[in-house]
């Protein structure tokens, strides 16, 4: 009975990766369609954000059945417990992400001259994504906290990006409506991302509960 509860895990483990891993492709499909322009790339960020739909749906399934078959023991229990917290902040993950992609395609937005802070914001929420996952599948209560810190470096870029845009409107140059919307697009992504990363955060404290950490720990 152990064996097959075992191989339950290892089975929502890797439906946690997976699911983790779509989020990451979903963000940088729409981050490389804001900076590059590709409309075909929007289009897949918003079809892997309905993968991670589908993924959800299929974890919550499997977690339920452990709960219903295996009467889990304490840990068990509380690994259970941690990956339907999970999956309901990677699922937003990957909404956050295809919200960025639908902006696209509705907006006539061009950073690509103005890009750097909202590259980099991206670059460290697919990091955060990454790391947490990993920290739930490996166990690591450290890793997770590490993690969780990186969320101060996404939160300092979206100051930054929050300048540049002070720079664009201060810049002297005559402004119209269409420079107006961009900025306010600018912003909204920016958002968008910094909420990717507190999500990611999210998902480490869940970790840590699956683990029965404490944020004295």
């Not at 939160?155 to 961009?182: C, P, W, Y």
């Amino acid at each position: 009975m152990r064996q097959y509860f075992d191989s339950q895990l290892k089975e929502l483990n890797k439906s946690l990766q997976n699911m983790g891993s779509l989020c990451e492709d979903c963000i940088t499909c729409a981050t490389q369609a804001l900076l590059t322009g590709s409309s075909e790339l929007g289009d897949k960020a918003i079809e892997l954000e309905h993968e991670t739909d589908i993924c959800e749906r299929e974890i919550q399934s499997l977690c339920m059945k452990i709960l219903y078959t295996q009467q889990p023991v304490a840990r068990d229990l509380k690994t259970v417990s941690a990956a339907l917290k999970m999956i309901t902040d990677l699922e937003r993950i990957g909404d956050q992400g295809s919200d960025i992609a639908e902006l696209l395609r509705h907006t006539s937005i061009d950073i690509r001259s103005n890009s750097s802070h909202i590259a980099a914001m991206a670059d460290a929420t697919i990091k955060m994504v990454t790391g947490s996952v990993d920290a739930f599948v490996r166990h690591d209560a450290q890793l997770a906290v590490q993690v969780a810190r990186q969320d101060d470096e996404v939160d300092a870029l979206f100051t930054q990006v929050k300048d540049d845009v002070l720079t664009m409107i201060t810049s002297g140059e005559k402004h119209d409506r269409n420079f107006a919307e961009q900025v306010l697009d600018t912003l909204m992504i920016a958002k968008y991302l910094e909420r990717i990363g507190d999500h990611a955060v999210n998902v480490t404290e869940a970790v840590r509960m699956g683990l029965g950490e404490t944020e004295e720990n």
